[in-house]
Antibody
Framework: QVTLTESGPALVKPTQTLTLTCSFS??????????VSWIRQPPGKALEWLAL???????YFNASLKTRLSISRDTSKNQVVLRMTSMNPADTATYFC????????????WGRGTLVTVSS | EIVLTQSPATLSVSPGESATLSCRAS??????LAWYQQKPGQAPRLLIY?????ATGIPDRFSGSGSETETEFTLTISSLQPEDFAVYYC??????????FGQGTKVDIK
């Protein structure tokens, strides 16, 4: 079964660092062409792509957030971790991880998402 | 950054009718455009990629097309079913980072 599952805190305080984990099964980030992204969606708003890591461990970021983001992979655990520093209330959103391929960077498989609220 | 503008923001359609959704790119994206459907509380679902290729398991009442200028794209849903009422997003993956999405079109019941 091919799945992605996001996990992490539901509530973080302003200025804290958010750490989210995407655990996946049914595919491998060692397979050439495979990519995993993080995408977020504030309540009632549109989707925003944040970051991507690929099979070669190349990493790409949304420039608007690049100074606050890091992404890493653990291929032995089939996990991708996103860290976002200096969290503020505008970062309140559902965070999704999603798979794509180098042949078509459209997202064919998504996790259910995890809602992160930033509040003191 | 490529900006995607979707229109209309809301489309009211009766079941059984067709719906035409538009997505305009601020510059050419070739055929590197996808469409997603999102229902409340769910993750987006890939419908179309490569501007006109249906994803696995997507019914043929969903079709995508693009203009010769490769800046204007259309998602057509023929004979709307009750399960088709949702928000639809376009996404480009031609020039990235960043990968960008449109602001969405909500298709609701007339």
């Amino acid at each position: 079964q091919v799945t992605l599952t996001e996990s992490g805190p539901a509530l973080v305080k302003p200025t804290q660092t958010l750490t989210l984990t995407c655990s996946f099964s049914g595919f491998s980030l060692n397979t050439p062409g495979v990519r995993v992204s993080w995408i977020r969606q504030p309540p009632g708003k549109a989707l925003e792509w944040l970051a991507l890591v690929d099979w070669a461990d190349d990493k790409y970021f949304n420039a608007s957030l690049k100074t606050r983001l890091s992404i890493s992979r653990d291929t032995s655990k089939n996990q991708v971790v996103l860290r976002m520093t200096s969290m503020n209330p505008a970062d309140t959103a559902t965070y999704f991880c999603a798979r794509s391929y180098s042949t078509s960077t459209s997202f064919d498989l998504w996790g259910r998402g995890t809602l992160v609220t930033v509040s003191s | 950054e490529i900006v995607l503008t979707q229109s209309p923001a809301t489309l009211s359609v009766s079941p059984g009718e067709s719906a035409t959704l538009s997505c305009r790119a601020s510059q050419t994206v070739g055929r590197n455009l996808a469409w997603y459907q999102q229902k409340p509380g769910q993750a987006p679902r890939l419908l179309i990629y490569g501007a006109s290729i249906r994803a696995t398991g997507i019914p043929d009442r969903f079709s995508g097309s693009g203009s010769e200028t490769e800046t204007e794209f259309t998602l057509t849903i023929s004979s709307l079913q009750p399960e088709d009422f949702a928000v639809y997003y376009c996404q480009q993956y031609s020039y990235w980072p960043p990968i960008t999405f449109g602001q969405g079109t909500k298709v609701d019941i007339k």
